[in-house]
C-alpha cells in the first residue's frame, strides 16, 4: 500500500529546516554532491560523496562513525570516440549503460563505417536509407525505437543530448537481454554539428568506445545518537539515506535530484545531535542503492541476520525497532510512504503498520495545514 502521507518524522524535517540558514545548508550539499561528477558506485565522485558524508557527520557530533567496506561489480566507461575520415575531426562519445552484461565496447581499432541521422527513429526516419552496418546519429527522446534501427542492421547508435529528457526516456535506452548494439551519448554542440552535416548526406566516421565490468569498492557511512531516556534508549530507530547516484550514462551522473534524501539525513542528524531523541538513533549512509540496493544488503548482513548461526558472527548486531529510509524528490512538498513489499508471501505482515502510519499522517497533516482526507 503507498499513500501520500506527513509521519512525525517529515514534520520533525519540514518543521527545523524552513529557516533560511537550514535551508541554504540543504541547497549546499545537494549542489555539492551534484559536482562531483558521476556518482555511480565505483566512479571518482561516488568515493568522494563518502568522504564528504563521513566528515560532515563527525562535524556535526554524530558518535561512534563507521565505515564499512563492500564490493560490487559495476560497468566503468574508459572512453569514446568518434572520428571523421574526411577532416580528421573528433567527438567525444559517452557510453550508455550496457544491454545486460554487453557493454558499448567495440574492437581496438574502433569500427569503420557510414554515419546517417535517424531522427527519431520512427520507420519513416529510414524511407531511401540503408541502415546495415551503418551507426546512426538519433534523438534521444525518441523512446526504445533505437531497436527499429538495430533489426534494420545497425550497427551502432550515437544519441544527441536532449535539452530535457525524463527518466522513463533514458530506461528505454537499454535492454535487458545481451543485445550487440553499442549505444553511445554526445554532448548536443557536437550531435547538432553532426546532424546539419548529415543532411547533405552520410559521413564516413571511426567509431571507439570501451566500458569494462569491474569490481570497485563501496562504503556504508553510520553512526549512533544514543537515547536519552533510560528506559527507551535501548529501542533503536535506523533511518537511512543513500550518497550515491544513477544515469543511463554511466560517466555523467551529477544525480542531483537523488541528493535530496543525503541532505535531509546530514539536516536530521544535526538537529537530533542539538536535541536527543528518548530512543538511540542509526544515522544511515548507504552506497551501491542502485546496484540492487546492495549497500542496505551488505549493512543488514553485518548487522541485522536472524538466523542463530550468523547473528552469532555479528560484531554489531542490531534488532531495531523501526527502519526509516529517505528517497526523495524536489519536485513535490508532499511525502510518500511506502510501507508495504513487493513480496505477496509476507505481505499480510504488513498492514498493522500501513493502518498505524496512515493514522500518524491524519494527525501530521492537520499541524502542516493539510487535508487529512489526502493522507
Known amino acids: ?24 545548508g540543504l541547497s549546499e550539499t545537494v549542489r555539492f554532491l551534484s559536482s562531483l561528477g558521476s556518482r555511480i558506485s565505483g566512479y571518482p565522485g561516488a568515493e568522494v560523496a ?81 541502415l546495415e552496418g551503418r551507426v546512426v546519429l538519433m534523438e534521444f527522446n ?17 544519441f544527441i543530448e536532449p535539452e ?18 553499442p549505444r553511445y551519448w554526445i554532448e548536443r554542440s557536437a550531435g547538432l554539428q553532426l546532424k546539419e552535416r548529415l543532411l547533405q548526406g552520410p559521413l564516413q566516421t571511426t567509431l571507439k568506445g570501451r566500458m569494462d565490468w569491474q569490481r570497485q569498492t563501496a562504503w556504508n557511512i553510520w ?14 530507530i535506523i533511518v537511512e539515506s543513500y550518497y550515491d ?3 543511463v550514462v554511466p560517466a555523467l551522473a551529477p544525480s542531483a535530484e537523488t541528493a535530496s534524501g543525503m541532505a535531509a539525513l546530514l539536516s536530521l542528524a544535526s538537529t537530533l545531535v542539538d536535541q536527543p531523541p528518548k530512543r538511540t538513533v542509526l544515522l544511515v549512509a548507504t552506497g551501491a542503492h542502485f546496484q540492487a540496493h546492495q549497500g542496505m544488503v551488505n549493512f543488514i548482513d553485518r548487522h541485522a541476520r536472524i538466523h ?16 526509516i529510509s529517505l528517497d526523495l524528490t524536489t519536485q513535490t512538498d508532499e511525502m510518500g510512504i511506502w510501507n508495504n513489499t513487493l513480496s505477496y508471501d509476507i505481505k499480510r505482515f504488513f498492514v498493522p503498520f500501513g493502518r498505524r502510519f496512515t493514522a500518524y499522517a491524519e494527525q501530521e497533516a492537520t499541524l502542516l495545514g493539510r487535508d487529512p482526507a489526502r493522507a
Not at 86 to 101: A, H, Q
Open 1 to 24: 500500500m503507498k499513500r501520500l502521507a506527513f509521519v512525525p518524522l517529515a514534520l520533525l524535517i519540514l518543521s527545523v529546516d524552513c529557516s533560511t540558514a537550514k535551508g541554504e
Open 223 to 236: 553512526g549512533v545518537i544514543p537515547g536519552s531516556d533510560a528506559k527507551l534508549a535501548n529501542e533503536t
Open 245 to 247: 547516484g544513477i544515469s
Open 308 to 323: 542463530p548461526h550468523y547473528a552469532r558472527q555479528m560484531d554489531f548486531p542490531l534488532k531495531p525497532k523501526l527502519f
Open 50 to 130: 563518502a568522504d564528504f558524508v563521513e566528515v560532515e557527520l563527525r562535524a556535526i557530533g554524530v558518535a561512534d562513525i563507521t565505515r564499512e567496506p563492500f564490493e560490487i561489480t559495476v560497468p566503468m566507461d574508459k572512453g569514446g570516440e568518434l572520428t571523421l575520415t574526411e577532416s580528421g575531426e573528433r567527438f567525444t562519445l559517452y557510453g550508455m549503460w550496457p544491454n545486460l552484461v554487453r557493454t558499448p565496447t567495440l574492437p581496438p581499432g574502433g569500427y569503420l563505417g557510414e554515419l546517417i541521422y535517424g531522427g527519431a527513429g520512427d520507420w519513416a526516419d529510414y524511407k531511401g536509407q540503408e
Open 142 to 158: 525518441s523512446w526504445g525505437r533505437w531497436l527499429q534501427a538495430a533489426s534494420l542492421g545497425a550497427r551502432a547508435i550515437v
Open 164 to 181: 530535457e529528457t525524463t527518466g522513463a526516456q533514458g530506461e528505454a535506452k537499454y535492454s535487458t537481454a545481451p543485445l550487440d548494439i
